[in-house]
């Protein structure tokens, strides 16, 4: 949550077109920087938080308690939700309309799901860029799980989307996925670091063709391949 007023500091939607348009490729490789973040008490509580929420729900996915031990967690975990849900409140969507999300992009970008520290549903990916592909390690955990022992394969193609898209912000590319296929050639397995590895192929006006794979180990567990469609600066909708 911001400390100032939203309502108090909002840009016109001129001034976020403007400053959107003239720094695209910056503002989006700086937004996404996950290592360049520097959190503040605020941020840093939240991250602790979605931590913690996330070993709630990997504990609650496996848990075999007693009756009286899941309602007692329940009426505590209860509790704590209506007292979260008094308190200020500001959606990414709210952010990117209200100004926020420009004055502070990662604060924003790190709710992003897969991605962002202070989402708690899902392990985090960390994402790198060595200036030619796109590298994302995640380890999948229980809150993943499809079938027994291995993660659910829906997981493992937003991985896929995700370092694909991430390879292309790293461009300062502002796109939206078009097309995915994923060959899936074995399982991917819980508790294992899983490395996704995304390059460019083509580029063909606003339509951008990637290639990705997966190891585990060194050994390849699955590739795909997407189409991207680039958004054309000042088609914001805002």
Not at 112 to 135: C, H, K, R
């Amino acid at each position: 949550i911001m400390p100032e007023d939203p309502a108090s500091k909002r840009l016109s939607s001129e001034s976020k077109q403007a400053l959107f348009a003239e720094s695209t490729e910056s503002f989006l490789a700086r937004a996404w920087r996950q290592e360049d973040a520097r959190p503040d008490d605020v941020w840093q509580a939240k991250r602790d938080l979605a931590a913690v929420v996330h070993e709630l729900v990997c504990a609650t996915s496996k848990s075999d308690a007693e009756v009286e031990v899941l309602r007692a967690v329940t009426a505590a975990v209860k509790a704590q939700l209506d007292t979260l849900q008094t308190a200020p409140a500001r959606s990414f969507h709210d952010a990117f309309a209200d100004g926020s999300y420009y004055r502070d992009p990662q604060r924003y970008t790190d709710r992003v799901f897969i991605v962002g520290a202070s989402n708690p549903a899902v392990p985090q990916m960390a994402l790198t860029f060595d200036g030619e592909a796109a590298t994302g390690v995640i380890t999948y955990d229980e809150s993943c799980v499809g079938a027994p022992g291995w993660a659910h394969g829906g997981l493992v193609a937003t991985a896929f989307d995700q370092a694909m898209g991430y390879r292309l912000i790293c461009e300062g590319l502002p796109v939206v996925t078009g097309q995915l296929t994923v060959d899936y050639l074995r399982p991917t397995p819980l508790g294992k670091k899983v490395t996704y590895r995304a390059t460019i192929a083509e580029v063909v006006e606003r339509r951008v063709q990637m290639r990705a794979t997966a190891h585990i180990d060194g050994k390849e567990i699955g590739r795909a391949k997407a189409v991207f469609v680039i958004i054309p600066k000042g088609s914001w909708k805002l």
